[in-house]
């Protein structure tokens, strides 16, 4: 049992990449647009939520506490889905919610700009100037999305496992070599991995119920016991008996400790993106 992200740049044959895969392997195939399920947080037109994903991020700041929210919502619809295993994840964000998870394949696909071009043009009925110059600007809004919302650079090949160029290589050779991959030892699940996914699932979740009492909140789970603290310790007492209340209330939280940094050392891990604010 695996899971796999792939990110990908517009018409780089991701997509295509990601429903072959995943039909050979059996497993479900996820993308971002799935997870816009986190939009009726919002309360706002899904297709703005859908520009916000590859712009940057004013359509969030309109709200209170925007990315914040976003962030929490995303990550928790994401990690609900995984906790399923045998998934395939494939558009932007992904690899940052689950890069702490062991048994993750994270992927980057790209693909000839030339080739990129020629889709366009046939889909948009446009020039090859025009769809040239559509291309760059939407790759680099996506790579100013990472920044802004994750302080990672989405073209930073340290992210990944693996990266394929389609080119050269077919969709169907890069296929063959994911599926040859993912049948490692080192991305199976272990009974470690998935208690992993099950916490990062569980921190997620209060989080984002949370968020809009403190948003600077930190939330990390280990085995029931729910590590709470925020930056400058500025949380009073009230605040602390309704974050008590609230978490206790969802299923599979047995303790609240405030104030405790965890390390990944003490406590076996922390998701370093459940912290972002």
Not at 189 to 199: F, I, P, Q, R
Not at 237 to 266: L, M
Request: a negative charge.
């Amino acid at each position: 049992m695996s899971i796999i992200t792939i990110s990908r740049g517009s018409y780089s044959r991701g997509k295509e990449l990601a429903e072959k895969l995943a039909l050979k392997l059996g497993y479900e195939c996820i993308s971002r647009d799935i997870l816009l399920e986190a939009s009726d947080e919002f309360n706002i037109p899904e297709i703005k939520l859908i520009r916000a994903l590859h712009d940057a991020t004013s359509v969030l700041e309109r709200f209170s506490h925007g990315k914040e929210r976003y962030i929490s919502y995303i990550n928790t619809a994401l990690l609900q889905h995984v906790r399923k295993d045998n998934v395939i994840y494939h558009g932007l964000a992904g690899h940052f919610f689950v890069s702490a998870i062991p048994h993750v394949l994270k992927v980057r696909v790209t693909a000839d700009m030339d080739a990129r071009v020629n889709e366009e043009m046939r889909r948009e009925n446009i020039s090859a100037e025009k769809a040239l110059y559509i291309l760059q600007k939407d790759d680099e809004e996506r790579r100013k999305w990472g920044l802004q919302m994750y302080r990672t650079d989405t073209w930073d090949s340290r992210l990944y496992d693996i990266a394929l160029h389609i080119g050269k290589l077919t969709v169907d050779d890069a296929v063959d070599i994911l599926f040859d991959t993912v049948q490692k030892p080192v991305y199976q699940a272990t009974e470690e991995s998935l208690k992993m996914v099950e916490d990062l699932a569980l921190a997620a979740k209060i989080k984002a119920d949370l968020v809009g009492i403190t948003p600077k909140i930190q939330v990390a789970a280990n085995h029931g016991r729910i590590f709470i603290s925020e930056k400058d310790d500025t949380l009073s007492d009230k605040n602390k008996a309704q974050i008590n209340t609230i978490a206790k209330r969802i299923e599979g939280v047995e303790e609240v400790i405030f104030n405790v940094n965890v390390s990944r050392e003490q406590h076996g891990h922390v998701n370093p993106f459940q912290n972002i604010g």
